[in-house]
């Protein structure tokens, strides 16, 4: 079967939630890469300037106890004492003693206050210091792969100026942990991202699979809409669960009024079917010879009447039932005053019904009782019951309804002295187009289809209504409802 084109995807629900979610975690891990390697640069650089500053003021410090400018000679004197005097007292000694004192990629330089070197540890420094240093201000600057920093020392004793240092400080070391923590960060967020791809997919299947399954049986019964049975049945404790118990108890509904549906179609067209071949077979009478015998043109026309009064009889009760239906949801909030209704109804049918005794026993002192039930409902429903006992009453035509009074609930029984009913019927009045008296509901048009009774359950399922009935055969039946009251106020 070829899908339709809202059914034919680019790319599927796992792919797009498995993509987006990497792209999201892959755009902030790279960010925190960068933040990390960003703020692990500033503070290695900031380690290695601190750590020149450092050296340079333990230089200066040193030098500056001078009252003269620096030599050589004095020079040497002056940091004899870090020196081990077990050397060698040479030149090349002292450098290395110096250059031990110093950090790591640390050179210094030594100069007279003319500028001129007269003592460094690295062989590679020009005899003149740099022009850009004054007598009063210190120059620094990154120089390649080298911190460079030059200050001019004054005497603590005279304040003259005795002489320059200048520290090179080499970034070999900086560079080469900066380039290893970009590698280490690299590899982590590769890794991460290898890792990460695979757990979200992993999860992200795992957490689509009730959807899949869900997708599945929707597949299926658009396949084949008559197969309602199947069910989702998804146990994932979350909102799909829901969502599946949802669609399942959906599928019930429409299976179930797939099943009504068709009884329906099968009971009307059965019920329908033997007034229209009365119809039919008077007419055909008539047409072939029956319009010239009067006693049976006569006949003819009232049987036609009474099939055609039944048919009409059957399609009111048609459209109650389909009137009723979908009603609900709009008035699940209303309230109505049962002793007004009840009086409104009463009335009514003593007008059509003027041959029957309509009795209301309020055994309630309140003028008005208040309920949870809209009260067009209530109507019909107590029109239902009221209707169903004259219809069941051919002899004593007495309809009773009484009101009362049961622990904050008000009980109405609707109570007649008809045929009554067996303990078979009163198991199947409720369902639809059943009827107690088939062969009576053959001949009179009082009956209908039996939807009455249905229509009836309808409301009191809907409502929550407490609804019980008795009856004996021959000596009447009595329905009973009883409703919560409410506060009309409160309400």
């Given at each position: 079967?070829?899908?339709?084109?809202?059914?034919?995807?680019?790319?599927?629900?796992?792919?797009k939630?498995t993509?987006?979610s990497?792209?999201l975690?892959f755009?902030?891990?790279?960010?925190?890469?960068?933040?990390a390697?960003?703020?692990?640069?500033?503070?290695?650089?900031e380690r290695e300037k601190?750590n020149i500053?450092?050296?340079?003021s333990?230089f200066?410090d040193?030098l500056?106890?001078?009252?003269?400018?620096v030599?050589t000679?004095n020079?040497?004197?002056?940091f004899?004492s870090?020196f081990?005097?077990?050397?060698d007292?040479?030149?090349?000694?002292?450098?290395e003693?110096m250059?031990n004192v110093?950090y790591?990629?640390?050179?210094v330089?030594v100069y007279?206050?003319h500028?001129?070197?007269?003592?460094?540890t690295n062989?590679?420094v020009k005899?003149?210091?740099?022009e850009?240093?004054?007598?009063?201000?210190?120059?620094?600057?990154?120089?390649?792969?080298t911190?460079i920093?030059?200050k001019?020392?004054?005497?603590?004793?005279n304040d003259?100026?005795?002489?320059?240092?200048e520290?090179?400080?080499?970034l070999?070391?900086?560079?080469?942990?900066?380039?290893?923590t970009?590698?280490?960060?690299l590899v982590i967020?590769v890794?991460g991202?290898?890792l990460?791809l695979?757990i979200?997919s992993?999860s992200?299947?795992?957490?689509?699979k009730?959807?899949?399954?869900?997708?599945a049986?929707m597949t299926?019964?658009?396949?084949?809409?008559?197969?309602?049975?199947?069910?989702s049945?998804i146990?994932?404790?979350?909102?799909?669960e829901e969502?599946?118990?949802?669609f399942?108890?959906?599928?019930?509904?429409?299976?179930?009024?797939?099943q009504?549906?068709?009884?329906f179609?099968?009971?009307v067209s059965h019920?329908?079917?033997t007034p229209v071949?009365?119809i039919?077979g008077?007419v055909?009478m008539?047409?072939?010879w029956?319009?010239?015998?009067?006693k049976i043109?006569?006949e003819?026309l009232?049987a036609?009447?009474n099939?055609a009064?039944k048919?009409?009889v059957?399609i009111?009760d048609?459209?109650?039932m389909?009137?009723v239906?979908?009603?609900?949801?709009l008035h699940?909030n209303a309230?109505?005053?049962?002793?007004?209704?009840?009086n409104?109804v009463l009335?009514?049918?003593?007008v059509?019904?003027?041959?029957?005794t309509?009795i209301?026993?309020n055994q309630?002192?309140?003028n008005?009782?208040?309920?949870?039930?809209?009260?067009?409902h209530?109507?019909q429903?107590?029109t239902?019951?009221?209707d169903n006992?004259v219809?069941?009453s051919p002899?004593?035509?007495?309809?009773t309804?009484k009101?009362?009074?049961?622990?904050l609930?008000v009980?109405?029984?609707?109570?007649?002295?008809g045929?009554g009913?067996?303990q078979?019927?009163?198991?199947?009045i409720?369902?639809?187009?059943?009827?107690t008296?088939?062969s009576?509901?053959?001949?009179?048009?009082?009956s209908?289809?039996g939807i009455g009774?249905?229509i009836?359950?309808?409301?009191v399922?809907?409502?929550?209504?407490?609804?019980?009935?008795?009856?004996?055969?021959g000596?009447?039946?009595?329905?009973i409802?009883?409703?919560p009251?409410?506060?009309?106020?409160?309400?």
């Open positions: 079967m070829k899908k339709p084109s809202f059914l034919v995807y680019k790319s599927s629900l796992t792919k939630i993509i987006r990497f792209l975690f755009s902030m891990f790279t960010a925190f890469t960068v933040i390697y960003m703020t692990t640069n500033y503070l290695l650089l601190a500053e450092h050296t340079m333990i200066s040193r500056s106890v001078m009252d003269e400018e030599s000679e020079f040497i004197n002056i004899k870090n081990d005097e077990t050397k007292d040479s030149w090349t000694s002292h450098k003693e250059a110093l790591l990629n640390l050179d330089s007279d206050d500028k001129k070197l007269i003592f460094t062989e590679n005899n003149v210091i740099t850009k240093l004054t007598e009063v201000t210190n120059y620094f600057v990154k120089k390649e792969d911190f920093l030059a001019p020392v004054y005497s603590q004793k003259i100026l005795i002489g320059y240092i520290l090179s400080h080499s070999d070391f900086y560079k080469n942990v900066r380039n290893n970009l590698l280490l960060l967020e890794v991202m290898t990460a695979a979200i992993s992200t299947k795992s957490f689509l009730p959807i899949d399954n869900l997708h049986i299926k019964i658009a396949d084949n809409p008559s197969d309602l049975h199947l069910r049945q146990k994932s404790g979350d909102e799909i969502l599946s118990v949802i399942d108890n959906m599928l019930d509904r429409v299976e179930n009024y797939t009504l549906q068709a009884n179609i099968s009971d019920e329908l079917r071949a009365v039919q008077h055909g008539l047409q072939r029956g319009k010239d015998d009067p043109l006569d003819s009232a036609t009447y099939e009064e048919m009409s059957m009111n048609m459209l109650d389909i009137r239906q979908g009603s609900f949801d699940r309230i109505c005053d049962l002793v007004g209704s009840i409104l009335s009514n049918f003593k059509l019904k003027n041959d029957f309509f209301f026993d309630v002192s309140a008005e009782i208040w309920v949870n039930i809209y009260q067009n209530f109507e429903a107590l239902i019951l009221i006992a219809k069941y002899n004593i035509k007495e309809v309804v009101l009362e009074l049961e622990d609930q009980k109405i029984s609707i109570t007649d002295k045929e009913m067996s078979e019927d009163l198991k199947n409720f369902n639809r187009f059943y009827r008296d088939k009576r509901n053959r001949t009179s048009t009082q209908g289809l009774l249905s009836l359950k309808q409301i399922e809907a409502y929550r209504i407490d609804m019980s009935v008795t009856s004996e055969l000596k009447g039946t009595t329905f409802l009883k409703m009251l409410v506060d009309k106020d409160n309400f």
